[in-house]
């Protein structure tokens, strides 16, 4: 993981997608996540799918004063799609720790959520360990 990297969450293989992420929905999630990042006073970063480089899941490329976040859609579902945007914010703003947990918290509210398929089950037994630790530090 690079500096500043949070623990990343991970969608347990097991979990059937059936929401498949689609551009219009990508572009209004991007919308929705910007729009709370910015209200937190954050750096926005800018959005945009697939990443140029091939077999990866998601990219953040730096720039002065920015960054881009690029993921893959096509094949995955909303809930893994959403995951990447999240964790590449967190990233980009270097947020660790409670930060992250409580900000995760608001910009997947923001985005509407995760599908109600039993929520943290959602997330892999190691992203559940690693927020179980951070809420106890």
Avoid: H
């Avoid at 993921?71 to 947020?95: A, F, K, P, W």
């Amino acid at each position: 993981m690079s500096k500043g990297a949070t623990n990343p969450i991970s969608v347990e293989t097991s979990v059937p997608a059936p929401d498949p992420a689609s551009v219009a929905w990508f572009a209004s999630a991007a919308r929705r996540l910007s729009a709370a990042t910015r209200a937190a006073g954050l750096v926005v970063p800018a959005f945009r799918c697939p990443p140029r480089i091939p077999g990866v899941p998601r990219t953040i490329k730096r720039y002065l004063g920015g960054a881009v976040i690029s993921v893959v859609i096509l094949g995955r579902s909303s809930t893994e799609v959403l995951i990447d945007l999240v964790e590449g914010i967190l990233v980009v703003n270097s947020l660790e720790g409670e930060a992250a947990v409580r900000f995760r918290r608001a910009l997947l509210d923001s985005a509407g959520g995760l599908p109600s398929r039993g929520g943290d089950n959602l997330l892999s037994g190691d992203a559940r360990v690693a927020e179980r630790q951070t809420q106890a530090a």
